[in-house]
């Protein structure tokens, strides 16, 4: 029973330990962003200070951010969309005839660093006349959001019951049909985790944006760097522009946090 009630209370401890160190800087970060850069600095104001939101106006009014935005939100939905139309069907057909070969593709295909194939890109994108615009950022977030769309919906696939199939084969479904009409609805929550994923990976690129993209098409991570200057840093514009990069994601996250959980698990129980 102490024995029981000192795991209880160690749980508890480290728990709250994890918690607070995942939370406290986001909750700093979120403080700092209503803070002058003069208040960020002084320690006796860390949490007893007077708002303000001239930073929230810097990067929403003067910085142009409204416009990174609208570019953050085009690049990981088309990256998103795209990517999903060609992984699902690809995932279905790994999944349903045993392609282990491609399967391994796809693997290593996650597993290369996107670092390594900036050099390649950048010539090839270049003499193509393409750096710069929205193609070339979309089709670059697709190299990492297709593996992972494939990846995941291979172990959602393993995990439906082929018997469902055969009987709609049965009743005069075409292989197609009964994909479209039977599989592809049961793998909604499947479909969801994959897109949620491949979302919240385009929208926090950075790397990619930062070599590719133009000055009309800075999605909102490179855009953050404005606020980084040769002798000084708008650490007030710097948190507020970073609230915004990243608040909208928490909160997707928290309201399907369920699809991504059952999406994940889903092919953990097969055979």
Known sequence: MRA?????????????????????????????????????????????????????????????????????????????????????????????????????????????????????????????????????????HMFVSLPLIVYIMMGYFDGLPDELEEAALVDGLTPIGAFRRITLPLSVPGIATAGILSFIFSWNNFMFALVLSGASTKTLPVAIFDFVGYASIDWGGLMAATTVVTLPIMIIALFVQKYIVSGLTAGATKG
Do not use: C, E, H
Not at 23 to 48: E, G, H, Q, R
Not at 65 to 83: E, P, R
């Open 4 to 140: 029981s009630a000192g795991f209880r209370a160690f749980r508890a401890v480290a728990l709250a330990v994890v918690v607070l160190a995942l939370v406290a800087p986001l909750l700093w970060m979120v403080a700092a962003s209503f803070k002058t850069n003069v208040d960020i600095y002084d320690s006796s104001k860390a949490l007893v200070f007077t708002p303000t939101l001239d930073n929230y106006d810097t990067v929403l009014q003067q910085a142009n951010y409204v416009q990174f935005i609208v570019n953050s939100l085009w690049v990981a939905f088309a990256a998103t969309m795209l990517s999903l139309l060609l992984g699902v069907p690809a995932a279905y057909s790994m999944s349903r005839f045993n392609m282990k070969k491609s399967a391994l593709v796809v693997l290593m295909a996650r597993v290369i660093p996107g670092v390594s194939l900036l050099v390649p890109w950048y010539y090839v994108f270049s003499n193509l006349r393409m750096v710069g615009g929205f193609s070339v950022l979309i089709l670059s």
